[in-house]
């Protein structure tokens, strides 16, 4: 970990294939890597299953394309049957690994204690959390949706968190895998929450932490949205299945 804070977010396109893929499927990774423009100024990384991880990172191996995972335990080693821990990710080929996502919140009941534990044990290992957050619908509804995901980001965030080891996506619950993304001005407001929040808690660090927008981005709303204040990125379901869509959502961000 650094103690001196990058001058600017890194820009990442960061494509979340949840349980989808099978080693047929690692041929969408070899287009990806044979059209993403080397030059561009944003960073790519594609978080297949576990399964896949060790074959995405040896086909990835010296290209710009980054390979994370999707959940690990809190723990380095133990009696977890099924579990898998930051260090075999890592070991495994992985540098990044997404927490606290809302499917993981719902569907394994994790609190935002547990996502913080998941959140050290992925600086502990070297790996870069990407640090999930975001409202239902009803908590919007209500009007709750800054205090949700103030709330979510206090408990979620390790003390001396860095800027080189933590990614904030925030994805609306409402807006994932709807096809209906939340409108720029959604986006600006709890991104504006998110980076004051962050630069009030880790100064300098907070400040260059990425923010990626995550729900239903695709090549047709992807400049809009990377043209929102303190976007910096985007994590993406659906359309990081087609190797076309993520290189177009990836060029959109790298030309923004
Ligand atoms: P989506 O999923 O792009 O399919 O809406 C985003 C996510 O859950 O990371």
């Given at each position: 970990?650094?103690?001196?804070?990058?001058?600017?977010?890194?820009?990442?396109?960061?494509?979340?294939?949840?349980?989808?893929?099978?080693?047929?499927?690692?041929?969408?990774?070899?287009?990806?890597?044979?059209?993403?423009?080397?030059?561009?100024?944003?960073?790519?990384?594609?978080?297949?299953?576990?399964?896949?991880?060790?074959?995405?990172?040896?086909?990835?191996?010296?290209?710009?394309?980054?390979?994370?995972?999707?959940?690990?335990?809190?723990?380095?080693?133990?009696?977890?049957?099924?579990?898998?821990?930051?260090?075999?990710?890592?070991?495994?080929?992985?540098?990044?690994?997404?927490?606290?996502?809302?499917?993981?919140?719902?569907?394994?009941?994790?609190?935002?204690?547990?996502?913080?534990?998941?959140?050290?044990?992925?600086?502990?290992?070297?790996?870069?959390?990407?640090?999930?957050?975001?409202?239902?619908?009803?908590?919007?509804?209500?009007?709750?949706?800054?205090?949700?995901?103030?709330?979510?980001?206090?408990?979620s965030l390790p003390d001396g968190a860095t800027a080189d080891r933590t990614i904030i996506a925030y994805e609306p619950v409402w807006a994932i895998g709807t096809g209906k993304a939340a409108?720029?001005?959604?986006?600006?407001?709890?991104?504006?929450?998110?980076?004051?929040?962050?630069?009030?808690?880790?100064?300098?660090?907070?400040?260059?932490?990425?923010?990626?927008?995550?729900?239903?981005?695709?090549?047709?709303?992807?400049?809009?949205?990377?043209?929102?204040?303190?976007?910096?990125?985007?994590?993406?379901?659906?359309?990081?299945?087609?190797?076309?869509?993520?290189?177009?959502?990836?060029?959109?961000?790298?030309?923004?």
């Amino acid at each position: 970990m650094s103690n001196v804070a990058p001058s600017s977010p890194e820009k990442l396109a960061a494509g979340n294939w949840k349980m989808n893929g099978t080693s047929a499927d690692l041929s969408i990774l070899e287009t990806i890597i044979r059209d993403l423009a080397p030059e561009a100024g944003a960073g790519a990384l594609i978080c297949p299953p576990a399964t896949l991880l060790s074959a995405a990172a040896h086909l990835s191996k010296a290209t710009p394309l980054r390979i994370g995972a999707q959940n690990c335990h809190e723990a380095a080693t133990g009696a977890h049957t099924g579990d898998i821990s930051a260090e075999m990710l890592r070991d495994a080929g992985a540098t990044h690994v997404i927490v606290g996502h809302s499917e993981r919140r719902a569907d394994h009941r994790e609190t935002d204690d547990a996502v913080r534990a998941k959140a050290e044990a992925a600086q502990r290992a070297g790996l870069t959390a990407i640090v999930c957050v975001g409202e239902t619908e009803d908590e919007r509804e209500a009007g709750r949706q800054i205090e949700v995901v103030t709330s979510q980001l206090a408990g979620s965030l390790p003390d001396g968190a860095t800027a080189d080891r933590t990614i904030i996506a925030y994805e609306p619950v409402w807006a994932i895998g709807t096809g209906k993304a939340a409108t720029p001005a959604d986006i600006a407001e709890i991104h504006g929450a998110i980076r004051s929040a962050l630069s009030t808690r880790f100064g300098a660090q907070g400040s260059a932490m990425s923010l990626l927008y995550g729900g239903s981005v695709k090549p047709a709303n992807a400049a809009e949205i990377f043209a929102v204040e303190n976007v910096d990125g985007a994590l993406i379901g659906g359309a990081s299945l087609k190797a076309e869509d993520f290189l177009a959502i990836h060029s959109a961000l790298a030309a923004g």
